[in-house]
Structures are given as structure tokens and as C-alpha cells.
């Protein structure tokens, strides 16, 4: 099993409608978790921190469920412009080696 | 504000080719540097990070190395190229002590034929 999994998509859905994704963690002692956005062919870009408690930045929301393992993103009312791959970061122990990218999902909006 | 450069931005070698590609960051001090492959359809793999001059931790065993001669300076080298060696690579910086904020710069396309 991958450290840290993610459906590859692509999710295709119209502009203004709400899309989520997830993806799951297989170590249970991971500690710090993330989502970064990654434009085609550009350099991955911190999108937003997950908090155990939840968090919530504009249309986009990210939760975290430590007892099945998964953290998840949920963009409301979708733009043209969150066209992307989003991968899903953990990180084990707080560790500059223990970092683990997702493959990421990619979100194409169309208008 | 800090800014990360990488050069070059596209490069395409043949095997057995030497690689050298270089990273610096500007307007922090004492960063932690990493260095990324990215391959098609794939997630990042870390290569290398490095918290500190001449200190150099490797992840993966290969045929690249690195190298910080300077404090915002990384460098990433091959003396041989192989063909898995293709692929695009990202270097990253983050504060002292916060490894999960990472800034990534602009990247390389390096294609090995």
C-alpha cells in the first residue's frame, strides 16, 4: 500500500458546482498534513494547511479524519482557474525527510 | 520578500552526460534546501535536503549527488546521466525549523536520450 494515496482523476465538472476529493494516509503516527496546488507544468504552490479541527480559506476546505485515516478538499462554487492537480502532503514526524507527496488529482473546470 | 531561482529551466543530455544543476534562494537566511524529482504522472520523490553548509542527507541511493557551498546554494550533479534519470526536477526551500512549508522554485525539465 502507498504511504499516501490519491485518485489520479481526472474530475471534469462544470464552473460554479462543488468538488471534492480525498486521500489517505497509511501511517497513523503521521502528524502534519497539506494540500498543495500544482498547475500544468509548473512548480507545486501550498494551497492550505489541514487542522484537525478543520479549516476553512475562501471556497476551500480541508478536514481531517485521523480515525479512517483520510484528509479531503472540498471547493465550493469552482472557478476556471482552480483547473489544477492537487497533491496531498504528509508529513510522518514533523521531519524534513518524512514528507510524502501524493501523486495528485487532477481538477479540470469546464465553463 | 524571498524568491527561488533555478537554472536551467529545460535541458535535454545524453546518457553518460554529466548533470549539474544549481538552486538559490534569495531573502532568507539558514533555509532548509531540498531537492525534488518529479517523474510524468508521478509524485514528488525527495532526493536530497540539506539544513546547513556541507550537510547533505540523501534519501534515495542513485547515481545524482548534491552539494551546499554556500548557505542559499544547491546544487544537484550526475557524473553519468542514465535514461530514468529524465524527469523534472524541483528545488525547494523552507524556514528553520518548519520542514512542511515548502517553496518550490520554477523547476527543470531534464530529458536524457
Known amino acids: 500500500r502507498k504511504e499516501v494515496e490519491q485518485d489520479p482523476g481526472p474530475f471534469n465538472v462544470p464552473e460554479g458546482a462543488t468538488v471534492a476529493f480525498n486521500c489517505t494516509y497509511s501511517?497513523?503516527?503521521?502528524?502534519?498534513f497539506f494540500w498543495y496546488r500544482q498547475d500544468c507544468r509548473k512548480e507545486p504552490k501550498l494551497l492550505m494547511s489541514?487542522?484537525?479541527s478543520g479549516n476553512e480559506d475562501g471556497r476551500f476546505t480541508a478536514q481531517l479524519n485521523r480515525a479512517s485515516q483520510y484528509i479531503s478538499l472540498l471547493i465550493r462554487d469552482s472557478k476556471l482557474s482552480d483547473s489544477a492537480t492537487y497533491l496531498c502532503v504528509v508529513n510522518q514526524y514533523s521531519s524534513a525527510s518524512k514528507i510524502i507527496f501524493g501523486s495528485g488529482t487532477r481538477l479540470s473546470i469546464r465553463p | 520578500s524571498q524568491t527561488i531561482h533555478q537554472w536551467p529551466a529545460t535541458l535535454v543530455q545524453p546518457v553518460g552526460s554529466p548533470l549539474s544543476l544549481e538552486c538559490t534562494v534569495e531573502g532568507t537566511s539558514n533555509p532548509n534546501l531540498y531537492w525534488y524529482r518529479q517523474a510524468a504522472g508521478r509524485g514528488l520523490q525527495l532526493l536530497f535536503y540539506?539544513?546547513?553548509?556541507?550537510?547533505i542527507s540523501s534519501e534515495v541511493p542513485q547515481n545524482l549527488s548534491a552539494s551546499r557551498p554556500q548557505d542559499r546554494q544547491f546544487i544537484l550533479s550526475s557524473k553519468k546521466l542514465l535514461l530514468s534519470d529524465s524527469g523534472f526536477y524541483l528545488c525547494?526551500?523552507?524556514?528553520?525549523?518548519?520542514?512542511?512549508?515548502?517553496?518550490f522554485g520554477p523547476g527543470t525539465r531534464l530529458t536524457v536520450l
Open positions: 540539506s539544513v546547513g553548509i556541507g550537510q
Open positions: 501511517n497513523s503516527a503521521s502528524q502534519s
Open positions: 489541514v487542522y484537525s
Open positions: 525547494a526551500w523552507s524556514g528553520r525549523g518548519r520542514p512542511n512549508e515548502q517553496f
